[in-house]
């Protein structure tokens, strides 16, 4: 890095060696430790740092997971700056649903992750067939994700109580398409948002009945989600409401009254983390001691991560595939900091949050089992990685592998398909639908 000063060689060593650590071949393979795939860092809109790795480059586009969460909060901000919609509306002003006491669901709820929908977002160490999230994604709810996010039953009243559920990220998404197609297009996206912010490489992968996957499936390169962060660091430069920010970063009423299922220091605002101490769940302290109080963030499984901090005019956006819990963002950052010349003061010590018990066990979705959910999440995730990210089959096949071993992939780059079958169940498959709309379940 010739750029990189005296001064500097320091912070950024110590950056490097927790970032992009040496592997073994077995930790490779098993996808083990601290595995990052991009690191960018930009100070009053100039990059002081960026390297990538493990095949990525500065072109790639990245899964982002759940920090497409943030995308679609700001398309919700679009739509309330083009008189499209309000955050008090009812969602029965936009979409269908199978039981009509839901109707008492507002926009805003959705926002808060606030719906009270019975829900179970759980992911690897957890069973499968036990996950709502997961039968949304690849099983019975994959079709038509928000109408089976609708048809979930109720556990607590609306705009109660806080539960972290990519079920309502995906309701809001057919909420705020429902008010814009009909008059700004399918593309809306990217004729309002991404396109006016320069971000080429945003591809936004949709359900078979059209709807784009708010919650998960948004790519795009490390530096065109820094733009994006930039946009947010400048108040969405007057394209969103007046202080539509400001209101998504503070902490949403919901987590100070009632929670379930949160993690102590999982602080939400509007599908946006927050790094604010909730004294009602008896934290002292920050989310994220190392950083600044006003620090914010789209956040996505496997650690995507796109950190803004105003207070120092700072925009972080790390990229990666960490699947072991060996990856820390509080250190990432203490580290990021250094090299952006950041002191922080310390934060007093945090106490654990409270969380209550989740008692559901949502056994509706076990029939579709391990195998049809194992062939749904193959298919899906190789179509994107070959097709969408661009990288050759044997990364693909690396890639989607999950415990147990269970799947196995076939690709045709002549249909821009990926099939994916399993011992005793019938294939799955899914194919690239364009440069925007990235792959999609086959029905």
Excluded at 423 to 442: F, L
């Amino acid at each position: 890095m010739w750029w990189m000063s005296v001064a500097l060689a320091g912070p950024v060593e110590e950056l490097e060696a927790y970032a992009f650590p040496e592997q073994s071949q077995n930790d490779i393979e098993e996808r083990l430790g601290v595995r990052t795939d991009g690191l960018l860092i930009v100070q009053g809109g100039e990059v002081v740092y960026e390297r990538y790795a493990n095949g990525y480059g500065a072109d790639t586009p990245h899964l982002l997971w759940s920090a497409t969460k943030t995308f679609t909060n700001v398309l919700i901000g679009l739509a309330v700056s083009d008189g499209r919609l309000a955050i008090e509306d009812s969602i029965c002003d936009y979409v269908s649903v199978p039981h009509p006491e839901h109707c008492d669901i507002r926009v805003v709820d959705l926002l808060e992750f606030s719906s009270g929908l019975d829900w179970r977002e759980t992911y690897e160490g957890d069973p499968p067939t036990t996950s709502t999230v997961i039968a949304m994604l690849y099983g019975a709810g994959r079709d038509d994700m928000a109408a089976y996010v609708a048809g979930t039953p109720r556990r607590t009243e609306p705009g109660g109580t806080w539960q972290y559920s990519s079920g309502d990220t995906n309701l809001l998404a057919a909420v705020v398409q429902a008010a814009m197609e009909p008059t700004h297009g399918a593309d809306f996206a990217w004729t309002m948002l991404f396109e006016p912010l320069g971000m080429e490489s945003v591809v936004w992968e949709r359900d078979a009945a059209g709807t784009m996957i708010g919650s998960s499936y948004g790519y795009a390169t490390p530096r065109d989600l820094a733009r994006f962060g930039e946009f947010l660091l400048n108040e969405g430069e007057g394209m969103l409401p007046e202080g539509w920010v400001h209101d998504s970063v503070q902490v949403a009423p919901s987590i100070r009254a009632s929670t379930v299922d949160r993690d102590p220091f999982d602080t939400n605002g509007r599908q946006i983390w927050v790094n604010l101490p909730v004294p009602e769940q008896g934290e002292v302290g920050p989310p994220l001691p190392s950083a600044p109080l006003d620090t914010y963030s789209a956040r996505g499984h496997w650690k995507q991560g796109l950190f803004v901090i105003p207070s120092e005019d700072l925009v972080i956006v790390r990229t990666g595939d960490d699947r072991d819990g060996s990856f820390s963002w509080d250190e990432l950052l203490r580290l990021s900091l250094a090299v952006a010349a950041v002191e922080v003061e310390p934060a007093p010590a945090g106490a654990g949050g409270v969380t209550a018990a989740n008692t559901s066990s949502l056994s509706r979705d076990e029939e579709m089992g391990l195998l049809g959910l194992g062939t749904g999440y193959g298919s899906k995730m190789a179509c994107s990685c070959r097709y969408v990210m661009g990288m050759d089959e044997d990364f693909c096949r690396a890639w989607v592998k999950a415990s147990p071993d269970i799947v196995k992939i076939r690709f045709s780059d002549e249909d821009k398909t990926a099939t994916a079958k399993a011992v005793g169940m019938k294939k799955t498959s899914a194919s690239w639908q364009g440069e925007r709309g990235g792959c999609t379940h086959d029905p």
